[in-house]
């Protein structure tokens, strides 16, 4: 199993669920690089996009991503848009085992609107906003995530379902 996974998808697609259970079952460390960019920064994503925009905090994802790659026995969650910046997608797939979490619009929209995660990019929107925002934005991201060395189908995902993909490689 390589040193490090990587666990790329759509917001709500579970990332964070399924990293902190897969990290425990293969004992490695455990890292939502979201919650490392605000701890670095001492500031909420939202407030890193409106104080410095998102130039400086696509450049602080790419370092941080740089400096996880120096690390061994992790389990990353990236955020959504990691994968679709700059070399980013590149980089997870050089450095380590990537794997896109895939769902479907519909059943990303049921996810987020039941999520207890404040997520500044939708909220207020109405159900029929929140499907048409996500299936124009999963269409642009969709590139990149599927450059991800293996893609796994994310309704009814179950941790063993992971722990099985990655044993074959």
Request: hydrophobic share 40%; net charge negative.
């Amino acid at each position: 199993m390589n040193s490090r996974i990587f666990l790329i998808g759509f917001m709500g697609s579970g990332k964070s669920t399924h990293g902190k259970k897969l990290a425990r079952k293969i004992a490695y460390n455990y890292i939502d690089m979201d919650h490392l960019i605000e701890e670095t920064a001492e500031m909420t994503i939202p407030a890193i996009f409106k104080e410095h925009g998102e130039e400086v905090f696509r450049k602080w994802e790419h370092d941080i991503l740089l400096e996880l790659c120096k690390r061994d026995r992790l389990v990353v969650s990236t955020g959504g848009g990691a994968p679709c910046h700059g070399e980013m997608m590149h980089i997870m797939n050089e450095q380590g085992t990537t794997v896109y979490i895939q769902l479907p619009p519909e059943a990303l929209r049921d996810r987020l609107l039941h999520s207890p995660t404040e997520r500044p990019l939708i909220k207020g929107k109405s159900e029929t906003e929140l499907l048409e925002f996500i299936s124009i934005l999963l269409a642009e991201r969709e590139h990149y995530y599927t450059q991800a060395m293996h893609s796994i189908n994310g309704i009814n995902l179950q941790f063993e379902d992971l722990i099985a993909l990655l044993e074959q490689l």
